[in-house]
């Protein structure tokens, strides 16, 4: 029973791959764009109070950072606000507090990443599904007609071939954002990791 689905899915040939590939590229647009936002969001909020409160940290004026990382709906906002909940029992338990909390927004800056590493990974192999089927349907084409027409098979070939390209426009783009926004999210990490430091060793000193 399962055979014969399958060979019955075989002769169909790989059109049906190619709605699914168009299904994923979809995804992969909607990804990219909110992780660009999302990045964008939090970039440009570091760049314009990153020197305010690196200043406001290093004169020990705890309030007034605090006032203005509250304001702010930013992931690095929140791992600051973390370090400074813990100022009051010393700076090893602040620097903890501000770890935890790079753990938890870490994981918000990279989601839907997963989606773009996925897809790029997978996309070649679903096309390259599709070219098999297009090719086995196209020999059982040539079988059926027994016409010995290379141009059947030259024919079926070439439509085959459209899914492995089809794969490929899918993965190269998402790979390719998918190591951009892996910069983006670690050079946010490491600019909020230095604003922390900076108060930690302040705590310290």
């Not at 990045?39 to 109070?49: G, P, T, V």
């Not at 004169?59 to 992931?75: C, D, N, S, T, W």
């Not at 020999?139 to 141009?151: I, V, W």
């Not at 670690?186 to 909020?192: A, V």
Request: glycine share 8%; with cysteine.
């Amino acid at each position: 029973m399962v055979l014969t689905a399958l060979r019955e899915l075989s002769l169909r040939g790989g059109d049906w791959v190619l709605y699914l590939l168009l299904l994923c590229s979809v995804i992969s647009v909607a990804a990219m764009l909110e992780k660009w936002w999302v990045l964008s969001r939090e970039r440009n909020s570091l760049d314009r109070f990153s020197a305010r409160l690196s200043k406001a940290l290093s004169q020990g004026k705890l309030q007034e950072a605090e006032e203005v990382l509250g304001r702010l709906p930013a992931g690095w906002a929140r791992m600051v606000l973390s370090a400074l909940e813990g100022a009051g029992r010393g700076a090893s338990v602040a620097e903890e507090y501000f770890w935890a909390g790079q753990v938890t927004e870490r994981k918000k800056l990279e989601s839907h990443l997963l989606i773009l590493g996925t897809l790029g990974n997978s996309a070649p192999f679903i096309g390259l599904f599709g070219t098999v089927l297009g090719i086995i349907k196209a020999f059982h084409d040539l079988a059926r007609t027994g016409t010995g027409n290379p141009a059947i098979v030259m024919k079926g070939l070439s439509e085959a071939l459209i899914a492995t390209a089809a794969g490929l426009m899918v993965a190269i783009p998402a790979v390719i954002a998918y190591n951009y926004f892996q910069k983006r999210v670690q050079d946010i990490l490491t600019d909020t990791e230095a604003l922390s430091r900076l108060f930690i060793a302040n705590l310290k000193r």
